[in-house]
């Protein structure tokens, strides 16, 4: 699976971005979907998943009730909607395919993932 994300961009804290995550490849609707993170200096973070039909979500506890991951198999598409940015969710932001994903699994290791996107930053100014 190719894919590209896009969406990112310089807010203020408390303000929202849709983060949008384009796939091609024959594969995209029998992959789970996730979206991560990595900050200056940190390691690569899990931020949410979803699974291969849309039914399950997982989240970073960080993220809860804050953002929102969808994805729409007929567009080939994941979403990230993420609302009450903090300065502290300032990264560059990445998608991924698990395209070994059993049908309710989501995976939340990086090394999982067998396909990245290029990233898009965000950046929360305070």
């Known amino acids: 699976v190719q894919l590209q994300a896009s969406g990112g961009g310089l807010v203020q804290a408390g303000d929202s971005l849709r983060l949008s995550c384009g796939a091609s490849?024959?594969?995209?609707?029998?992959?789970?979907m996730g979206w991560f993170r990595q900050a200056p200096g940190k390691e690569r973070e899990f931020v949410a998943g979803?699974?291969?039909?849309?039914?399950?979500?997982k989240y970073a506890d960080s993220v809860k009730g804050r953002f929102t991951i969808s994805r729409d198999n007929d567009k080939n598409a994941v979403y990230l909607q993420m609302n009450s940015l903090k300065p502290e969710d300032t990264a560059v932001y990445y998608c991924?395919?698990?395209?070994?994903?059993?049908?309710?699994?989501?995976?939340?290791?990086?090394?999982?993932?067998?396909?990245w996107g290029q990233g898009t930053q965000v950046t929360v100014s305070s």
């Open positions: 979803i699974s291969r039909n849309g039914g399950g979500t």
């Open positions: 490849g024959r594969t995209f609707k029998r992959s789970a």
């Open positions: 991924a395919a698990d395209r070994n994903a059993i049908l309710s699994n989501i995976p939340d290791l990086p090394h999982t993932y067998e396909d």
